[in-house]
């Protein structure tokens, strides 16, 4: 409701005027009353109202006088109606020059006059809403401006200031609210549960500081929002802010049912250090899963504690690797449970915990891509993908991992049924023409992705033998053909096709062949000479 007040000699005009119009439809509300002019600057500056409604011809200070007094030198912003009995045009003239809305002789008509008030509070009500988004964007700036420490580039930084509202604290603190989990896709719903949580923590904060007190909670990422605090807010805790944010911690999880994380900066002792404060938050961001016990992290807690930015034992992720390909659902939750525990003993920070585990997922994702697969279409993909854009606990981010991992096993397991028999037949290919080298099931399975236990049992289902007595096969195949069509010498056969070991050649060869690689060339050798004969 707009503010006004009425200015006349006469005290009978000013009842009658009250009883004319219905204020309260035209929307305004007649919060004083003056005799003269110079009654009415007194009250103009207790009440501050949006318009005033004078006569002209008054003692003391007339009305013309009143308004050049208000609107020249005192730069008053409120709106004026001249009611007078004198039609004079040099009165007329003198209000337009001063900008008064306007003149209105008497008698008064109240069909015209309450038409006149409405439109004029239609008009000052749009104003106030400019006036107040204008005011809102420039504390903005300032707020903002004094998060990145660019205070000293703020215009008239003393006057904006007070645009904050907050008081005349003695310290100040910035404070980081992480709701935790995977939030919607829709940006919508996002946009709404940001909202809400703006709404109630303002709310909940609200009972226990001044009405006058302006409470800064503004959103800085998908699904966190930081929160000006400062002393005032703390005289109902013992001037604790440990107290202050358990407190409101409770209060807010009451309300909303969601999983936060709360950090506390440390104290400043004027709004121009606030990012320093806003500093310490991003430290205290780092200790997330290395000291973290209730989901309140407050600077001053962890300032002397030690993080680590390490990555943990490399062989942790290779056994993670093996019991996937092992499709052992059992032995991957074991392995992530000491994963887990591990980033957690290690105090490492929250950057680290998430490339680590990123390097990982990535590992995992090229397994399935080599096999021919599409990691894209596994259900846990885009959160996994994305994963530095959630706020996750440790319980979350564990949760999340281990079904990924099971799924990427269910994968890894389907398109190796898909592909068995053609990566047997590669894998047989394979020997068939590298049988010479040092190879064996180990040095294959690594070449072709493959778990070498599971290697083995694909190749004796296949063929019905087992792989290392189907190379032994082979190499010795091939031996005897280059018995039969060379003039090498026994160790130099068993060096091309694939052994190191003479003795061990002619072990195996008289084991396959029952007979020893000499005595088979001379039987070669003998029946030549019969049929030369």
Avoid at 320 to 336: A, C
Avoid at 404 to 412: G, L, N, R, V
Wanted: aromatic residues 10%; hydrophobic residues 40%.
């Amino acid at each position: 409701m707009n503010k006004v007040i009425l200015v006349d000699d006469e005290m009978y005009f000013r009842k009658g005027l009250r009883n004319l119009i219905n204020w309260e439809d035209c929307g305004f509300q007649v919060v004083g009353e003056a005799a003269n002019g110079e009654d009415a600057l007194k009250l103009i500056h207790e009440v501050n109202p949006d318009l005033i409604i004078t006569d002209i011809r008054m003692p003391v200070l007339d009305g013309i006088g009143l308004i050049k007094q208000a609107i020249e030198i005192e730069a008053i912003q409120s709106k004026f109606i001249i009611i007078s009995g004198h039609s004079d045009f040099i009165y007329a003239q003198q209000a337009l020059r001063y900008g008064v809305h306007d003149f209105v002789l008497k008698p008064i008509d109240q069909d015209e006059i309450e038409q006149t008030l409405r439109s004029l509070s239609k008009t000052i009500n749009e104003q106030k809403k400019l006036h107040d988004q204008r005011m809102e964007e420039q504390a903005k700036v300032v707020f903002n401006h004094l998060l990145l420490g660019k205070a000293e580039e703020i215009e008239h930084s003393g006057d904006l200031l007070n645009l904050l509202s907050v008081g005349n604290p003695n310290e100040f603190f910035y404070l980081l609210i992480e709701v935790n989990g995977v939030f919607d896709e829709s940006n919508l719903n996002n946009e709404e549960r940001v909202r809400q949580i703006k709404l109630t923590l303002t709310s909940v904060i609200r009972d226990v500081c001044s009405s006058h007190e302006r409470i800064w909670v503004q959103k800085v990422a998908q699904c966190a929002v930081g929160v000006l605090i400062t002393s005032n807010h703390l005289s109902r805790f013992q001037m604790s802010i440990n107290k202050f944010m358990t407190w409101v911690k409770k209060e807010l999880t009451i309300r909303i049912s969601e999983d936060f994380t709360f950090y506390a900066g440390e104290a400043v002792p004027s709004l121009t250090l606030l990012k320093k404060s806003a500093d310490a938050v991003e430290r205290a961001r780092q200790h997330k899963y290395a000291n973290n016990e209730d989901g309140i992290i407050f600077f001053e807690d962890i300032v002397e504690k030690q993080i680590t930015y390490a990555e943990p034992d490399e062989t942790i992720y290779q056994s993670l690797i093996e019991h996937i390909e092992e499709e052992s659902t059992t032995q991957i939750i074991h392995s992530l449970e000491i994963l887990f525990q591990s980033l957690v003993a290690k105090k490492l920070s929250q950057t680290a915990v998430l490339a680590s585990l990123n390097s990982f997922v990535y590992s995992v994702l090229k397994i399935i891509k080599k096999m021919g697969g599409d990691p894209s279409n596994l259900q846990s993909y885009r959160i996994i993908y994305t994963l530095h854009n959630y706020n996750l606990t440790m319980p979350q981010l564990k949760d999340l991992i281990i079904d990924f991992i099971i799924e990427c096993k269910d994968e890894i397991s389907k398109l190796r049924k898909q592909s068995a028999n053609g990566e047997a037949h590669k894998i047989k290919q394979y020997i068939d023409l590298h049988y010479h080298e040092n190879i064996s099931l180990k040095t294959i399975a690594s070449k072709f992705f493959m778990n070498p236990v599971y290697l083995g049992q694909l190749f004796k289902k296949t063929y019905g033998i087992y792989f290392k007595d189907y190379l032994l096969q082979v190499r010795i195949n091939e031996a005897k053909k280059m018995l039969r069509q060379s003039e090498k010498r026994i160790y130099e056969i068993a060096e091309c096709v694939g052994f190191n070991n003479t003795d061990y050649f002619v072990t195996i060869f008289g084991k396959l062949e029952n007979i020893t690689p000499s005595e088979y060339r001379n039987k070669l050798i003998n029946v030549r000479k019969v049929i030369g004969k």
